[in-house]
């Protein structure tokens, strides 16, 4: 992006609206040889200028003139989106102090009395002239500087959604029942925390911001299964105690592999810290009775609570190489008996209101007979 043109153009143009035809050949001959003077012998026609494809960059006006007077001209130029930058000079035969007070309220930049003197009216043209040229140079470098922001901004959001992409990839490559899990509790979880943002447990953590935080952070809540060896990752069936004391270590590898990107950065990342929060907690439960922590109620992070119904909801409606999926009314049952068990009571309640959603979310991106082919044969490759 080029930053923005410091140069100034060749000449400026000046309008000179006067109803009497000698100042405004006075005015033009003492100003033509340095700037693009245009006239208007009335209001209107100073409007119509104005307001045109070519506005000028300095006004000089008459107040008394029949018709519109200047006081009005630069009353409605002010009130014209149009027009309202451009710069007014009030040039009149009015002296008294009122009349003068009153130009600038208007919206004037400077006041002149006549008659004219030569040097003076140049050198207020001139300073004022110079001061449009600078406040254009601020603004144009501003909107520069504003766009450049935006560009950044929209490059760092590009490198988290890329970051986030490439480890679940990676995830995906030692789960096979991952892809669209992932796609799914995502949407979950955006659609659980729109409903319960005006809550008032919840209000001040579900912005719309860290709402945002929570769908980008949420692909991340297995990211740790990379860690667990494959015979108990593809495992069909139950696990024997001790495979499942291997497989709990997901939530610690999670949170202890995006601590490390996290230092390695050398910031604090929003998105990086909710994905910890999600990645380490999601299977603790309300009662105290989940892990890696045994956390219970309110000090399980929020993001956790919300991936935790989200889990346990598309778990129990998918189905696996090793299990055919549930209904959506015995996945609602099994939920609502956990209510201040494993899930927040509010969290469930939220879910009850939004049931319809998520089961539209679920059948959106729900698994392919191809997906479960490939599964099936992942498994079978693993027992070979």
Known sequence: MNSPDISAPAKATVLVVDDTPDNLALVSSLLRDDYIVRVANNGEKALRIATSDQPPDLILLDIMMPGMDGYEVCQRL??????????VIFLTAR?????????????????ITKPISPP????????????KASADFLRDKNDYLEQEVARRTQEVMAIQDVTILAMTSLAETRDSDTGNHIRRTQYYVKALAQQLHA??????????????MLFKS????DIGKVGIPDRILLKPGRFEPYEFEIMKRHTTLGFDAIEHAEKALGIDVGFLRTAKDIALSHQEKWDGSGYPQGLAGEAIPISARLMALADVYDALISRRVYKESMSHEQAVAIIVAGRGKHFDPDIVDAF?????????????????DLDMKKKA????????
């Open 95 to 111: 002296a008294e102090v009122e009349d003068e007070r009153k130009g600038f309220q208007m919206g004037a930049v400077d006041y």
């Open 377 to 384: 044969e992942t498994l079978a490759l693993l027992k070979g």
């Open 352 to 368: 009850l209101s939004i049931q319809d959603e998520l089961k539209a979310i679920a059948a959106r991106f729900a698994d392919s």
């Open 78 to 87: 002010k009130a014209d989106p149009k027009a309202r930058d451009i710069r």
């Open 199 to 212: 809550h008032p447990r919840f209000a001040a953590y579900l912005t719309d911001a860290n709402i945002t």
């Open 120 to 131: 003076i009216l140049q050198e207020r043209v001139k300073i004022h002239l110079a001061l």
């Open 218 to 221: 949420a692909p991340l809540h």
